[in-house]
């Protein structure tokens, strides 16, 4: 790993020392832009309470984007983020985190509304999974549905089609021929995938509001498994109101590898719903409520949450949420009871 971080580092350092370095043009939460090279990035530190577990503080994450705007056919990106790192621990003790490439790809763009995107992306499945950086989604625990059940980043070739005309849909295919660069490791994910090969359609109407469908195939690594997934997600406003929803299915197949979790249902399911009313500009009050159906366990989770969020600005949030687990959590990931509460910054 160290090997294949050291051209992404030395991309990165590169931006820094070169004229982007001497810039004056910067914006908090809108990084540095020098010419056709850019810098950016993001930090989230969380206290995480959990009702069963010593309470702790995490910087949850520090992600650096950097990137370029050199031709048509040269445009390249990369996120690059120490991931999951506990700075103190109630009772002692601490947990390194990890240094994940989360993106690392380049843009060839193929006409106005047509781009060829070659590397490691954020999937477009649903709608949460493309809202990647903590600042900008409006609770610090994302459900199980917005990223358990399927390929989250996917390591290949994607053509996105966007008509920009407010009437005909978005479009983006994708294929991962192999596995996913940049592995990340065992701790960070329970699931890595191959021969990924999926799409997604979303139809905006109006500013905020927009409707989309999404569909992956592929097998699972850890247990040899295929698996076939279909999702919808929706946004709704209503004046203060914003109401937002995610739904997936998928169907497993084939044998299970020796000694691997086996199957206990041939299908796997989530759905959550999310309420975020706007108090005043700057305070908003959240409800959301998800189930989710893991094939590996019988009982599924059924969790509840209820937060806050103060935005003194735009690249700047704070939040403090408190979620119940009312079915089974530990054997699919760990949304448990507990308070949790960040500060985000976008730079």
Aim: charged share 15%; glycine share 8%.
């Amino acid at each position: 790993m160290r090997h294949t971080l050291l051209p992404l580092v030395l991309f990165q350092l590169g931006l820094i020392f070169s004229p982007i370095s001497h810039a004056e043009d910067y914006e908090l939460g809108q990084g540095w832009h020098a010419g056709n090279y850019y810098l950016s990035g993001y930090a989230n530190i969380e206290v995480v309470d959990r009702f069963d577990a010593p309470t702790r503080l995490d910087l949850d994450d520090l992600s650096l984007f950097a990137g370029g705007h050199i031709s048509q056919w040269v445009n390249p990106f990369t996120e690059v983020e120490l991931s999951k790192q506990t700075l103190i621990q109630q009772g002692g003790g601490r947990v390194n985190g990890d240094v994940i490439v989360e993106r690392f790809y380049n843009d060839a763009m193929l006409s106005e509304h047509d781009t060829l995107r070659v590397g490691k992306i954020l999937t477009p499945l649903g709608d949460w999974n493309l809202v990647h950086a903590a600042p900008l989604i409006p609770i610090i625990t994302r459900p199980y549905t917005t990223a358990r059940g399927f390929d989250a980043y996917m390591s290949g070739v994607s053509w996105q089609h966007d008509p920009e005309d407010g009437v005909t849909p978005d479009l983006q295919l994708y294929w991962q021929p192999d596995n996913e660069w940049f592995k990340r490791p065992a701790s960070q994910t329970l699931r890595n995938f191959h021969n990924v090969l999926g799409g997604h359609i979303n139809m905006s109407l109006g500013l905020v509001n927009k409707i989309g469908a999404s569909s992956q195939h592929g097998q699972l690594i850890e247990t040899g498994e295929t698996f076939t997934l279909y999702g919808v997600n929706a946004n709704k406003s209503f004046d203060k109101l914003r109401l937002e929803s995610e739904a997936i299915t998928s169907h497993f197949s084939g044998a299970v590898l020796p000694g691997a979790t086996p199957r206990v249902h041939d299908h796997e399911s989530g759905i959550f719903g999310l309420a975020d009313y706007t108090i005043t500009p700057q305070w908003h009050g959240i409800l959301e409520w998800e189930r989710y159906q893991d094939h590996t366990v019988n009982m599924p989770s059924i969790n509840t949450l209820v937060a806050v969020a103060y935005r003194p600005s735009a690249p700047m949030v704070w939040k403090l949420e408190y979620i119940h687990q009312a079915g089974v959590s530990a054997s699919i990931a760990p949304i448990q009871t507990g308070l949790k509460a960040s500060f985000s910054q976008l730079f």
